[in-house]
């Protein structure tokens, strides 16, 4: 299933490369680990080791495919109603609870949700931590596209931006 060499995607760390598979004895059994290395923003050398039967339920993915990342796009240029601006939960822990799922049509979601909230409010509900946190999510979604279609981060960020209105 997976490769040496081959991107994932981690739920909570984004973007990483498996370095090795290796087998290791975890409480007395044997397991087959990825070794996994994030590709981004890696100062401290973090390596996460993950048995390879626990990756599906800790949400390690493939990055997206081209096809699924023009359905982004969409999602991310959608026109927001200003109700449903209102009505909905947009406090940081449920935005982080969609981040933290790994899905990356809610993540895009949080970002066109989020950033339609900041525009509406003339810049009134852009505190610091949610200036922060969309800037975080932001980075990881367009980390993401640039990986998949080649593209590099800044011109992926400017079409991200586009598609947000600015």
Known sequence: MWKVGETTIHPKIGACQIKEIKELVILGAKHQCLVLVPLFENDNNLKVTLPVENSGRVGLRRPISIEKIEEIKLRLSQEVEAEAINGQEISLP???????????????????????????????????????????TQQRLIREISLSSGISIRETTLQIRSLLGG
């Open 94 to 136: 449920v935005l982080q609870n969609k981040i933290l799922s790994g899905d990356p049509f809610k993540i895009a979601e949080v970002i066109r949700d989020l950033h339609a909230k900041i525009k509406q409010d003339g810049g009134k509900y852009a505190n610091a931590r949610r200036q922060a946190f969309l800037k975080k």
